[in-house]
């Protein structure tokens, strides 16, 4: 058996093995099914809230029943201070 003599290497960075993170399916669906951006900066203001906005990453504070049901209310988060879906008057990603 010969031995191997020569070893390839590309140049760059080493590839990095992150296995895919399986939340990432989940809150896509949460975004389409609400319509909000999940994850992402975003300036909310609030009705019926004691802050009038927030502004923030967009999180999930209880992942939602299952199936998904729009009529449903999320409970959000952003920077700890949480609300709930129905109380958005308006969003906008910054």
Same mark, same amino acid.
């Not at 009705?47 to 209880?62: P, V």
């Not at 939602?64 to 449903?72: H, V």
């Given at each position: 058996m010969?031995? #191997?003599? /020569? $070893? =390839?290497f590309?140049?760059?960075p080493? @590839? !990095? +093995? &992150? ?6 399916? $989940?809150?896509? /669906?949460?975004s389409?099914?609400? !319509? =909000?951006? +999940?994850?992402q900066?975003?300036?909310?203001? *609030?009705? /019926? &809230?004691?802050?009038?906005?927030l #502004?923030? *990453?967009? /999180?999930l504070? &209880?992942? @939602?029943? %299952?199936? %998904?049901? !729009?009529r449903?209310? *999320?409970? *959000?988060?952003i920077?700890?201070?949480e $609300?709930?879906? #129905? #109380? ?7």
């Amino acid at each position: 058996m010969e031995s #191997q003599q /020569e $070893f =390839l290497f590309a140049d760059g960075p080493a @590839p !990095q +093995m &992150h296995p895919p993170d399986p939340r990432s399916g $989940f809150y896509a /669906e949460v975004s389409a099914t609400w !319509q =909000l951006p +999940m994850g992402q900066i975003v300036r909310v203001d *609030l009705k /019926e &809230h004691d802050l009038a906005s927030l #502004q923030g *990453l967009l /999180e999930l504070s &209880h992942a @939602p029943d %299952l199936p %998904l049901d !729009q009529r449903q209310p *999320l409970v *959000l988060r952003i920077r700890g201070v949480e $609300f709930s879906s #129905q #109380q958005i008057a308006a969003w906008a990603v910054v």
